[in-house]
Every structure is written in structure tokens, then in C-alpha cells.
């Protein structure tokens, strides 16, 4: 019995620890779920309370999981995890049964559950903390206090760190569909894609320069100014395992699309524009920080001068970009989509995305990004109009050892501390 209860003190510990992570590395996606409940049974007034709401889950989630791992503060750990799993049982049993909210985002956008498995999840948890309860005295205890003390304070940073960068900059492990090197021409037709294995799409840019006109594919596309006048894209259909090449990189459909204040549609046309495209994105533009509009304005005016496209891309609100206009006084181009798709792209609002030929190549938080060194010189001539790699896979080994170092090498020492007393031990019997 003491191992299947220490199995499943591991079991528990580990499932509260990733799903307290997942969320704590994108808080305003918890918060965006909250307020959804939130505004779903009536508790509006209760909206502006949303992010402090997903930062104490994020937290006491991730600290439950911990604590179990650790095998201290037992009761008030069960406590804590009794209370939670009372909310969410039938919580998710009502979501189960009526579907009112699609998904209940107990992990984030790291693992997506329907809302029986969900309710399945719950009922399996309530099995275990009632197994922990019953034997609570078979649960082991993992260090001293002293180390733990320590340690949970170590882990406390940790989360802390993971929500700041998560609510203030943008998620350090990103689970959203647009990563950077994201195609979001690909990703958005990947339907189209995925129901031909034989034939597939190839688009060449024809360029002409001393009466001679050029095809071009489009990530080879020539300099400007070397005299290159570009005249068209034309589209092409490609067979075989051309086809499969020019779809290796097709992701799963993601729902995105750009509009016009006509109500026209521009997404085929602004993902299939060659060269830079520079995007202000803005869930809600009386949200946005009107702090940094004179980089905006040098974004706009430089993008002009660089013949790159400069659209601000928001949600469609009249008064809203009738005040925005009025107080920055901007010029620029406004394109419309969902405020949901926004928040999807970016977290911080405003932020800035740089797209090369309907690639992502990065995205910012607009107070953070340094305008001033964007705007040294032409994109394709420095770093910043290169994609940047973000390893997902490394930046994931990175927190787990952050959180997870300490606790081995204490480990490591007690070891090491016990071959050593034993050694002393033999020498003294020997001596």
C-alpha cells in the first residue's frame, strides 16, 4: 500500500505542476478563459479582477503540485487541493454535459482537452486525493525543512518570473499557433493542403529589369535596387513530390483572416505580398498604451520610405479608432479581424509583427522593441528582417532545469553525504 500511495502522490504531484505551468507561462490566455466563465454567469463587475484571479491559480496550482512533490505542508496542501478540485468537478461536469464553453483551459494552449476528458481528468484526481487522504501517513517527505523552506521559495521566483513575462512581454514557451517562422499562408489554407497529396501551389514573382523580365521564387527574390522593377506574382500548380516539398511546412488550419472597413477581405492578398510587411497589432485600441506613439510613427514613416507595407491591424470599432486617430493623430493604413485572433498573435497590446513574404519572422511588445535600430537601415540588409528561432524544446529544458537543478543537486549532497558517513563508519570499525 505505502507504494501505490507514493505513486500516486507522484502522479498528483506531477499533473498540478504541469498544468500549474502551463498556465503560468501565459497568464492573460488564463486570464481571457476566466473572463469568459466570468462574463458567461453574469459576474461582469467581476472582469477587471480577471489577470490577479489567473495569476493566483497559475500560482497556487503550480505550489500544490510542488509541496506534493516534496511531501511538507501536507494537510494544507490537501486542503488547498480539495477546495480546487470541489470548484472544478462540477464545474466541468456542467461544461461536459451542456458545452456551453468550449474548452475549460485547464492547460493552456499546451494540451487541449474536450470537456469530458476534462470532467474524466477531474473525477481521476478526485480519486487520488481521496487515496492520499485515507493514508496520508504513508506519503513520503522528500527533504528537511531547512532545504525546503528554500526550495519552495526557489520554485515560488520561478512561477512569479514565468507570469511576469507571460503578462508583460509574451509567453516564454509558446504553445499559440503563431510561432515565429510561422507560414501563415500555409497555416491558414492548411485544409486546402491536407486534401491534396498530388498537387500543391508554388508562387513566382516576376520581376523585369532592362526590358527583360525574370521569374523569381519568393524567398530568393532579387534587390531593388540593383535595378529590379517587380511586375507581378503569378501562381502555379505543382504535382508530385514537388508538390509535397513545397508543402513540407503546412501546419495544422488556423482560423485568421483580414478585412477592410468595406467589409472586404484582404488575407490572400496581404499574406501574399513579397517583402516586409510591418504589423501594429491591437486587440483594443482604448487599451493600448499611448505611451510610445512617437515609435510607431517613426515605424510608419520608415516603412514608407522602404516601400514596406505598415498596416495596424485591430478589432473593428468606430469610436474606438475614430479616438485613437484623433489622439495620435495616425495615417496609417487600419485592416480589421477578430479581437480573439489578436489576442491569439500577441499578448502585449500594442505589439509589432514583421512579416517577409507571409512568414513570421518575429513579434514584440511595442515598448520594448528599439524602433531606433529597426530603422538603422533596410530590412534585408540586418538581423532584424531575418526570423528569429525560438527553440521551443530548449527554452522547455530551460525552466524544467531552473525549477528541478536545485532539488537534484540537494539530492546529489544527501548522497554524497551518506557514502561518507558510511565510509567513516567502516574506517572507525576497522581502526
Given amino acids: ?29 488564463t486570464s481571457i478563459k476566466v473572463t469568459e466563465y466570468l462574463q458567461y454567469f453574469g459576474f461582469d463587475m467581476l472582469t477587471d479582477l480577471s489577470m490577479g484571479m489567473a495569476w493566483m491559480l497559475c500560482i ?7 509541496n ?17 478540485l470541489l470548484f472544478f468537478t462540477p464545474l466541468t461536469l456542467w461544461l461536459a454535459a451542456t458545452n456551453a464553453i468550449s474548452e475549460c483551459g485547464c492547460f493552456g494552449d499546451a494540451v487541449h482537452l474536450t470537456n469530458w476528458q476534462t470532467f474524466s481528468k477531474n473525477l481521476l484526481l478526485d480519486a487520488m486525493l481521496i487515496l492520499l487522504w485515507v493514508k496520508r501517513e504513508l506519503m513520503y517527505k522528500l527533504m528537511g525543512r531547512t ?30 499557433p503563431y510561432k515565429h517562422g510561422t507560414n501563415l499562408k500555409e497555416a491558414v489554407m492548411g485544409e486546402e493542403h491536407a486534401q491534396s497529396s498530388e498537387a500543391g501551389t508554388e508562387y513566382i514573382c516576376i520581376y523585369q529589369r532592362n526590358g527583360v523580365s525574370t521569374e523569381f521564387p519568393l524567398d530568393s527574390l532579387p534587390d531593388e535596387a540593383e535595378g529590379w522593377e517587380f511586375v507581378e506574382t503569378v501562381e502555379r500548380n505543382i504535382k508530385g513530390k514537388e508538390a509535397d516539398k513545397a508543402n513540407r511546412n503546412v501546419s495544422s488550419h488556423i482560423d485568421f483572416y483580414v478585412k477592410l472597413a ?5 488575407t490572400d492578398e496581404l499574406l501574399s505580398r513579397p517583402g516586409y510587411t510591418l504589423l501594429l497589432l491591437s486587440h483594443s485600441l482604448d487599451k493600448a498604451s499611448q505611451h510610445d506613439i512617437d515609435r510607431i510613427e517613426l515605424l ?40 480573439s485572433i489578436i489576442e491569439t498573435m500577441c499578448r502585449s497590446n500594442p505589439a509589432v509583427m514583421l512579416l517577409r513574404d507571409g512568414i513570421i519572422c518575429w513579434k514584440q511588445p511595442l515598448s520594448i522593441l528599439d524602433a531606433q535600430e529597426l530603422t538603422s537601415g533596410k530590412l534585408d540588409e540586418q538581423t532584424s528582417g531575418d526570423i528569429e528561432e ?30 561518507h558517513n558510511q565510509s567513516l563508519k567502516k574506517y572507525s570499525k576497522n581502526a
Fill in 68 to 84: 506534493l512533490l516534496l511531501g511538507h505542508a501536507q494537510r494544507l496542501t490537501l486542503v488547498v487541493s480539495t477546495l480546487l
Fill in 147 to 176: 532545504f525546503y523552506v528554500f526550495y519552495i521559495y526557489w520554485a515560488f521566483g520561478c512561477a512569479v518570473w514565468l507570469c511576469w513575462l507571460g503578462t508583460w512581454r509574451e509567453p516564454f514557451i509558446d504553445f499559440r
Fill in 1 to 29: 500500500m505505502k507504494i501505490v500511495v507514493r505513486i500516486v502522490q507522484l502522479l498528483f504531484a506531477i499533473l498540478f505542476i504541469f498544468s500549474g505551468l502551463a498556465k503560468c507561462v501565459d497568464p492573460i490566455g
Fill in 300 to 339: 510608419s514613416e520608415y516603412a514608407e520610405d522602404n516601400d514596406y507595407a505598415f498596416l495596424c491591424l485591430t478589432a473593428r470599432d468606430e469610436k474606438q479608432l475614430e479616438r485613437w486617430i484623433f489622439n495620435t493623430g495616425a495615417e496609417y493604413r487600419f485592416v480589421f479581424t477578430d479581437a
Fill in 390 to 419: 525560438i527553440n521551443g524544446q530548449n527554452r522547455i529544458l530551460f525552466v524544467l532545469f531552473l525549477l528541478f537543478a536545485p532539488l537534484f543537486l540537494y539530492l546529489l549532497v544527501e548522497i554524497l553525504q551518506k557514502i
Fill in 262 to 266: 468595406d467589409g472586404e477581405i484582404i
Fill in 60 to 66: 497556487v496550482e503550480f505550489l500544490c503540485g510542488v
